[in-house]
């Protein structure tokens, strides 16, 4: 089993739509939670940070941890064109040098 | 202000050849790592250094070598080169144990 389960996609949405992305882990011991945007034939981006369970909003995301069922998530709401890219997740156990990422879920938004 | 910087971009090898990427930071990181990146495995992450002088190995070592000889720069070599090392390779640095990691823009190589 990967520490770190994330569903491929594709997936394709509308402009204007909502959308919902997830991880799914196996380590308790994870503390540090982040989603990465990925355009093509480019580096990976952070786009939030989290510590710990709760929910964090950056203007059209908002990312969720839910520890008790070991599942992440990332919104982004009045999805555009720009959004087009490959969402990673990411964690970590603590101040440690070993990310676990997700394999990626490749997005489109459909003008 | 370049940030993470990779040379090359592109190669192409044979099998058995030999090869080093370069990876320049001017953010004054500490940390430094070496991730390859496949289809369907995600991010995958090959040795990392925590400081200038410092090398570990990650999670898929075998077949490669680095060196942080200057705080700023960590250098990724491939021996002998294998068709199985085909991937893009990326650099991240960030400043200590925790926070953003920093990304450079990655570098394909193909091993014939």
């Known amino acids: 089993q990967k520490e770190v389960e994330q569903d491929p996609g594709p997936l394709s949405v509308p402009e204007g739509a909502i959308v919902s992305l997830n991880c799914t882990y196996s380590?308790?011991?994870?503390?540090?939670f982040m989603w990465y945007r990925q355009y093509s034939r480019k580096g990976p981006e952070l786009l939030m940070y989290?510590?710990?369970?709760g929910n964090k909003e950056d203007g059209r995301f908002t990312a969720q941890v839910d520890k008790s069922s070991k599942y992440i998530s990332l919104f982004i709401r009045d999805s555009q064109p720009s959004d087009s890219a490959t969402y990673l997740c990411a964690m970590e156990v603590n101040t440690g040098n070993q990310f676990y990422f997700g394999t990626g879920t490749s997005l489109t938004v459909i003008p | 202000n370049a940030g993470v910087t990779q040379t090359p971009k592109f190669r192409v090898l044979k099998t058995g050849q030999s090869m080093t990427l370069l990876c320049a930071q001017d953010?004054?990181?500490?940390?430094m790592y070496w991730y390859r990146q496949d289809p369907g495995m995600g991010l995958r992450l090959i040795h990392y250094s925590v400081g200038e002088g410092t090398t570990a190995k990650g999670e898929v070592p075998d077949g490669y070598n680095v060196s942080r000889l200057k705080k700023q720069n960590f250098l990724l070599g491939l021996e002998s080169a294998a068709p199985s090392q085909t991937s893009v390779y990326f650099c991240a640095t960030r400043t200590g144990g925790t926070g953003e990691l920093f990304f450079g823009e990655g570098s394909r190589l193909t091993v014939l």
């Open positions: 380590n308790s011991a994870f503390q540090y």
């Open positions: 953010m004054n990181h500490e940390y």
């Open positions: 989290t510590y710990s369970s």
